[in-house]
């Protein structure tokens, strides 16, 4: 069976610093990937998507990126955090007409 | 552009009783997907039901039913039977695929959340 894996799983950063979020899938090849973000009270926005290795499509203009350097293998990124960047962030993918949730990374920037 | 509406922020039932979440959306797509997510404190989104926009009959899993009114943009989704278990926050999302993307890569737009609590 397919499994879908985030870490860290809490994260609290200063404004500033880097940032790097890992997810992995297990049980499947060339998966679709994604990077939602939940912001407190609000239902889910989708940041990146990418359907292979590394093809990356936006939906959100920011101050986050994503790559992907391996098939099963899909990383969310950001050079300098801002307040606002934090959140609750989940990655999923998707098949047969159907997404799938990671268990998500709280990330607090201070 | 797709928008999805969950006009009860928050609900509560009591337990072994019924209770309805609303959500409605709007969008020119014909070929789409309706979903519930369950989302409980632990904040894992769990899938809960889905319903194809081409099929006339609403989607059943076990407890949980939806009506689905095409013309109307609404889907709403029956909780029978409530037991403690279900308190989680609910998201009722929308899919269509993604333009210009290899097959099988969907967006899913989601409402705002409908905070369910079961009391028992």
């Known amino acids: 069976s397919q499994t879908i894996h985030q870490w860290p799983a809490t994260l609290v950063q200063p404004v500033g610093s880097p940032l790097s979020l890992e997810c992995t899938v297990e049980?499947?090849?060339?998966?679709?990937l994604y990077w939602y973000r939940q912001a407190a009270g609000r239902g889910l926005q989708l940041l990146f998507y990418s359907v292979g290795i590394g093809q990356i499509s936006s939906e959100v203009p920011q101050n986050l990126s994503a790559s992907r350097p391996q098939d099963r293998q899909f990383i969310l990124s950001s050079k300098k955090l801002l307040l606002s960047d934090s959140g609750f962030y989940l990655c999923?993918?998707?098949?047969?007409?159907?997404?799938?949730f990671g268990p998500g990374t709280r990330l607090t920037v201070t | 552009a797709q928008t999805v509406t969950q006009s009860q922020p928050e609900m509560s039932v009591q337990e072994a009783e019924t209770v309805t979440l609303s959500c409605t959306y709007d969008?020119?797509?014909?070929?789409?997907?309706l979903f519930w997510y369950k989302q409980p404190p632990s904040r894992q989104m769990i899938l809960v039901i889905r319903?194809?926009?081409?099929?006339?009959q609403n989607a059943t899993e076990n407890r949980f039913s939806v009506n689905f009114q095409k013309a109307a943009k609404s889907f709403s989704l029956k909780i029978s039977d409530s037991q403690l278990g279900d308190t989680a926050m609910y998201f009722c999302a929308f899919m269509i695929s993604l333009p210009y993307s290899g097959a099988g890569s969907y967006q899913l737009t989601f409402g705002k959340g409908t905070k369910l609590s079961v009391i028992p």
């Open positions: 969008t020119s797509e014909n070929n789409y997907y």
């Open positions: 999923a993918w998707s098949a047969q007409n159907e997404q799938y």
């Open positions: 319903q194809e926009a081409y099929k006339q």
């Open positions: 049980g499947t090849s060339n998966p679709n």
